[in-house]
């Protein structure tokens, strides 16, 4: 293990570099895929067991769909096919023989499952339909860095099927709301939340909305999206049902997904030149309680003692005891930062014989504890230590954030800032940003701006331009 | 919906339409693969739930490794690409171009696994490495079938790095072990263990051990199987590490594996002509309640109690109350049997003035028990159906088991029968059986015979034959 690259100045290489000496992700064999390791899965089973309790709590049933796609059903929707044709990755021979059809290993599953919608919704009585996927998806990457783009990523996918128009809108915005929470009131990532401009959509869809978070180094990070489809996939696989009246309608359809890239969100957002900071309440060890002893009979005593706060606490937070032998507390204390874990409590002879630990915070503050108070303690220190990752993340992003009004000055500001701007609507003006390597993140509801950035015609409403990863 | 089948008489009918009616899958369109419907998954994660849990508690850490694996990491060990060569799905295109070389969508991850483990193991400290990962794998399939047996399927496999044989065998056998409590206690299916013929192992592995289980029509399902892979896998990927001494050694291989066949396995061993019966332990919904009534003052009382015992018992068992308007209480009785629901609560007017309610199981039993009893009653009858089911499975089992001494009366006896037979261990013994459509399901450590059925050479150990999915 060599010291960590700096995270102000070398941004890109503390990033992979972190996330390779804290085991997160190695790199896999195949062009542009990732290995995630057992504390990087972990994390992310964390974040899915937030995630598949709201799905679960808001009406969807998660179900599994094959990974490969007849190459015909991505071609049925028009849009969908010129997006991601250049992404797939095709199987053409299969059981030792050329396939009379090839396959498409899945990069979305609308086609597929609105296949199978077609089939299960006959009348009004199947409406609403919701229905969540937990799966891997390819899409073929020509810069891949892990989590935030790999060939293969894992994510979940939510397609639903409604009645109204209204009630489809509904779904994509309470999605979009669930999905800002968890950001938010979990990963202690403030993002920002709207629509996305026509250039910026997903391919098929009427309208999509996004979740985005800026990273340190003023790059956008979109960390999900939620897709009023409406009706055009309805329409390509002839997914029509008997109203109450018995007349034929189709219905209007939604997607909505997030992925391994909030993981590396998390990373980016909180991490800090000593490694990774994981916010407490997606943290898989929250705790770590690290002994200290230099004779026999005290390692006996400060281990029973460890034990003992260890067991008083298993029921309240995710707790470990460090009792590597091998290492000095100087060694663990490196490598539980390195990972991330929000709380350390270190317990030695002196301690003992004062009945009490001291608690380090992953922030730097550490503070003496009486044993008998560290069932309230412990669980406030957490909580206090979520919201204060928040906070710092908040400053940031309120920093980064400006007002500009031309494209000269948003062009000169972008290495170190996020631009609101006016912006007329057109795909003209937004396509001048690709030139700069720049790119709309989302359109807001507030207007700031009385013109648009590049043809100073009347600005319909204002919208975030950044660098993205 | 139409009548089902009759179980006895058009068992593999009875499954297909079954599985189909209690909306547990439905047929993709790709050849051989299937859609796990909302119901069939809720199954397969409480299985997942069960089997994760023993997993991460024996120690193991669950990863995620790429679905796409480079052709030549299976032509590393000659055995493995010779069994898995005519399965195998392949991508030949990706990103709009020619691969270099193709990639083979995973059928089974030992090859991709093993290269990351020799870059991970260095020293005696990496190990034991014991990895599991959730996913799906593709095997071309000729003669498919939901859940038994599907181009795609669903599972978990185990893989494991020891510093020594013993070890790597003790492994092998623990995760046997936890395979067997799951089908025996959870699923209610008796198992048989045991090792795998030379016809019959893994391709690359020194020994494979199997736990199998019997339908009804006296077919073997192999439930999963446990392989020592001993070293040849360590040797192909040049996996070595520097033991205690400093000397290179190779590490010994296992790993083992069950899938989303232990879900048709249930539905096989425990469904009747009314339809699916879910063993308790894996049941999303344990307990419905059905209220009755006819007018709307009856209505007001019986949903008010129907809430209060749903809420009194919510914490102790999966429990919905049936409230849809536009069904009779028969219908609804109709759809809970169906779908194999352990327990019905019906409770009505007259159940209400005498404080009782009517508990029905699944296999028919029906009992007034009084309301105040029912956090201690309904816990008890789930326990006791689960034990039911387990004893009714293990009456079958050990009707269909026989002895038989030759292969004239093996084969005139395993239209309804398996056979338990003596056998000198060679191949040519063994590849008569596949004229005949038999296999040997797993060798017993027990010898009952002692002569082999087919030569008549000395007995080696028993072996189990039958026809088999």
Redesign the interface.
């Known amino acids: 293990m060599s010291k960590l690259p700096n995270k102000k100045t070398q941004f890109s290489e503390w990033y992979l570099e972190v996330i390779n000496q804290a085991e997160l992700v190695?790199q896999?064999?195949?062009r542009g895929?990732?290995?995630?390791?057992?504390y990087?899965?972990?994390i992310?089973?964390m974040i899915k067991g937030v995630l598949d309790k709201k799905i679960k709590d808001t009406g969807h049933?998660?179900?599994?769909?094959?990974?490969?796609?007849?190459e015909s059903?991505l071609k049925k929707e028009a849009a969908h096919i010129e997006g991601f044709?250049?992404?797939?990755?095709?199987?053409?021979?299969?059981?030792?023989k050329l396939l009379a059809e090839?396959?498409v290993?899945r990069p979305t599953s609308e086609t597929?499952i609105h296949?199978?919608f077609a089939?299960?919704i006959k009348s009004w009585?199947d409406l609403p339909l919701k229905?969540n996927q937990w799966a891997?998806v390819?899409r073929?990457e020509?810069r891949p860095r892990p989590f935030l783009r790999t060939?293969?990523f894992?994510w979940q996918e939510g397609h639903t099927a409604h009645a109204s128009r209204e009630e489809a809108e509904q779904e994509v915005l309470l999605m979009l709301s669930h999905y800002k929470d968890l950001a938010e009131n979990y990963l202690a990532i403030p993002v920002i939340t709207g629509q996305k401009s026509e250039g910026e959509k997903f391919p098929g869809a009427e309208k999509t909305y996004t979740f985005e978070a800026f990273m340190p180094d003023a790059k956008a990070l979109q960390m999900g999206t939620s897709h009023l489809l409406s009706q055009s996939f309805a329409h390509a696989f002839e997914m029509t049902y008997q109203d109450v009246q018995g007349k034929l309608q189709y219905p209007w359809l939604t997607s909505w997904g997030s992925t391994t890239r909030l993981v590396g969100a998390v990373v980016m957002v909180h991490g800090d030149d000593k490694g990774l900071i994981i916010p407490p309440r997606i943290a898989p060890v929250q705790v770590v309680i690290v002994p200290i002893y230099k004779t026999d009979e005290e390692k006996t005593a400060v281990l029973f003692q460890a034990q003992s706060i260890k067991d008083r606490l298993a029921n309240t937070v995710r707790i470990t005891i460090d009792t590597d032998e091998?290492k000095t507390p100087g060694n663990k204390f490196y490598h539980w930062e390195l990972r991330g874990i929000p709380l350390r409590i270190e317990i030695g002879p002196r301690d003992l014989s004062n009945k009490q630990a001291v608690c380090a915070d992953r922030l730097g503050t550490k503070e003496t504890v009486l044993l008998s108070d560290l069932e309230t303690v412990i669980p406030q220190k957490l909580d206090a230590l979520h919201h204060a990752l928040y906070a710092r993340a908040e400053v940031v992003l309120n920093t980064q954030w400006i007002q500009k009004d031309t494209l000269q000055e948003i062009i000169d500001a972008t290495e170190s800032a996020i631009i609101q701007t006016g912006f007329c609507g057109s795909k003209e003006c937004e396509t001048v940003l690709k030139e700069y390597k720049l790119s709309i993140r989302c359109l807001l509801e507030q207007k700031k701006h009385s013109v648009c950035f590049k043809c100073t015609l009347p600005n319909t409403c204002d919208a975030v331009i950044a660098r993205s990863y």
């Open positions: 190695d896999a064999p195949v895929c990732m290995v995630v390791r057992p990087g899965n972990d992310w089973e049933r998660n179900a599994l769909f094959p990974l490969l796609i007849p059903f044709a250049p992404e797939l990755a095709v199987v053409t021979h299969a059981g030792g090839p396959l290993v597929i296949y199978m089939r299960w009585r229905i891997s390819v073929w020509m060939t293969e894992f091998h």
